[in-house]
């Protein structure tokens, strides 16, 4: 079984290396650079997508929106003139559910597969090959994705038969994610501008009933006096944020909390500089409360 | 009146007849026979006893008009009513041009436009506020948006529903300032329910608060209205929630898509959700105050809460 994978930025690229590290892999990317790059560890490069679907299997692609995913697909020498029936796409993108679902519709049409497997657990998780995998599709497809799937990750959770699921999923655990993120950096500004040590109020939450990825992580990381090791676009958050709302007006649900959530984030995104990392928030926060979380911003 | 003169030999078409779309087209048939069409046939039967001429097909009125104003619930029924099966496309044909009176999208309303060039048929979106009831005064107001000089050879028959339009820009920006305006309404509703609502939980009368904002710095379109009759049960205007929730997504969809936080729409849409789910969608805004006195733990009535 030949494997392709295109998309060689943060995640994506990581996600190629842990491939690589037990299958051969051919790649393929409009950045040079990142293909040169995965070549240097033995994979082999692809001329055009189109090539790349031709020589393989199984495509795997990671690209940031399903807009690129359309394009990449149905472009000019895009993956579906190489995608002949029986082949199947592994969508990793953090997409749109509704898009993902039209995009299977319509390779189905000539007999190619897709499913969709976006990841949460960061770069360090897919270099560990411990990052959680979600996955949704139709039984067919799942079991001829489910050995490549293992290469990158034993945590692989099924979503649904239905595609687009999983990267619901994602949406629904990365808005829960970011808001929890800005809820506790809000309240351990107010904590701190009102007396609280940083290192009292991270050691109490995360024995107690508040405690959260960001207290466990980001503000021990911040008491540490440790450089932070995340990696990730603060306007790749709020595309997330903005499509779990997106999923919301769709079915109806409110969603007033991560609606004013997706407003910070489009506030940090419109006032911290040329692309802001998600962590990042945190300046936009101590700003608002007039105050900082971390004294010396050197150590944070 | 001169204006008619000039727009005399315009033969004027009206597709929906809904309960916006039917109060303008009224307000055009007082000064001209128009040709309208909706999908239900009992309203184009109404309509033509009052005077209008029935179209039986969307091509058929296309094809007898110059100028076919549209009014339907959204861009996508527009887009159906033009190039869905049955729609207008068939009988358009270079020169005439459509006026989308509908709340609609402004980037959908692009795209439609595009579409409609390519067969010379030019499109001025032309939505309106201010409700059934302003149509019928000839007061409503009218957001316009399309190439400027095709505006102009319309303007005459836009005037004949209301001297109130303000020329906006380009094809899509008459939606693009109605969804603002909406935006602003519906906020301006529910945060006087809210603060009247902590106001009379206090125990502030709603007539001294309506007196006192109505003459004051808090004053709004919406206290106006809503707070003379707060207290007595009284309606303002009817206008359905999921109509208000469609256009509230609009609006975030647009800040969302050009990069606008949009923090207090989105908390009053969400509002607005919330009122929709547990009123249901054919509910009208009034309604949103049971939502309000819900969450507070109160009802309106005249006199003040006893303390």
Redesign the interface.
């Known amino acids: 079984m030949q494997i392709g994978y295109v998309g060689l930025g943060a995640m994506g690229g990581a996600l190629a290396r842990r491939l690589l590290a037990e299958r051969s892999l051919t790649v393929w990317d409009l950045n040079r650079d990142a293909v040169v790059a995965l070549e240097g560890l033995g994979a082999s490069a692809a001329p055009s997508a189109a090539e790349l679907a031709r020589r393989c299997d199984v495509v795997l692609l990671c690209l940031p929106r399903s807009s690129d995913v359309r394009q990449l697909i149905f472009g000019s020498t895009g993956l579906a003139d190489g995608l002949a029936p029986g082949k199947l796409v592994i969508d990793q993108t953090s997409g749109i559910p509704g898009e993902t679902r039209s995009l299977a519709r319509q390779l189905a049409a000539q007999g190619a597969r897709m499913i969709d497997a976006p990841v949460s657990g960061g770069v360090s998780g897919a270099a560990a090959g411990t990052i959680t995998i979600m996955t949704s599709g139709p039984d067919d497809a799942y079991e001829q994705a489910l050995p490549v799937l293992r290469s990158i990750s034993p945590n692989i959770f099924r979503c649904g038969r239905r595609v687009g699921d999983a990267q619901a999923m994602k949406l629904v655990n990365n808005a829960m994610s970011v808001s929890c993120r800005l809820a506790t950096l809000e309240i351990v500004a107010m904590g701190k501008k009102m007396g609280l040590s940083l290192e009292t109020m991270t050691d109490v939450i995360n024995k107690g009933s508040g405690r959260n990825r960001t207290s466990n992580v980001m503000l021990r990381t911040m008491v540490d006096g440790k450089p932070s090791l995340s990696n990730f676009a603060l306007s790749l958050m709020l595309k997330d944020v903005?499509q779990a709302?997106?999923l919301?007006?769709e079915c109806?649900?409110?969603?007033?909390i991560t609606?004013?959530v997706?407003?910070?984030l489009?506030?940090g995104?419109?006032t911290l500089g040329d692309n802001p990392q998600l962590e990042e928030v945190l300046g936009l926060i101590e700003s608002m409360a007039a105050t900082r979380i971390v004294e010396d911003r050197s150590t944070a | 009146m001169t204006r008619n003169n000039k727009t005399d030999k315009i033969h004027v078409g009206y597709v929906g007849l809904g309960a916006t779309g039917g109060a303008l087209a009224r307000r055009l048939m007082l000064s001209r026979k128009i040709h309208v069409f909706d999908i239900r046939t009992e309203v184009v039967r109404e309509f033509a006893e009052d005077g209008a001429l029935a179209t039986d097909s969307l091509p058929s009125l296309a094809r007898a008009c110059d100028i076919i104003f549209i009014c339907l619930p959204t861009s996508a029924a527009v887009r159906d009513a033009i190039f869905g099966e049955d729609g207008m496309a068939k009988g358009l044909s270079s020169g005439k041009v459509i006026i989308d009176q509908t709340t609609g999208d402004p980037f959908e309303t692009r795209n439609i436009a595009r579409d409609l060039a390519e067969v010379g048929v030019q499109l001025v979106d032309a939505p309106v506020s201010g409700g059934p009831r302003g149509a019928v005064a000839g007061t409503i107001s009218i957001m316009c948006g399309g190439q400027f000089d095709v505006f102009e050879t319309v303007r005459p028959v836009i005037e004949l529903i209301s001297p109130n339009f303000v020329y906006c820009g380009e094809t899509g920006n008459g939606h693009g300032a109605t969804l603002v305006d909406n935006a602003v309404a519906a906020c301006n509703r529910l945060i006087t329910y809210e603060a009247v609502t902590m106001g009379f939980k206090y125990g502030l009368s709603i007539d001294e608060m309506s007196k006192v904002i109505n003459m004051g710095t808090g004053w709004s379109a919406a206290s106006e209205r809503i707070l003379p009759v707060l207290g007595s049960g009284g309606q303002t205007e009817p206008f359905q929630l999921k109509l208000m929730v469609k256009d509230l997504r609009l609006a975030s969809q647009i800040g969302m898509r050009c990069g606008a936080p949009m923090l207090i729409a989105n908390m009053v849409r969400s509002t607005f959700e919330t009122g929709s789910n547990e009123l249901g969608g054919s509910a009208d805004l009034d309604q949103m105050k049971h939502l309000f006195e819900a969450m507070a733990n109160v009802k309106f009535t005249r006199s003040p809460l006893a303390k």
């Open positions: 903005n709302i997106e919301g007006m109806g649900s409110p969603m007033a609606n004013i997706r407003g910070l489009q506030i995104v419109n």
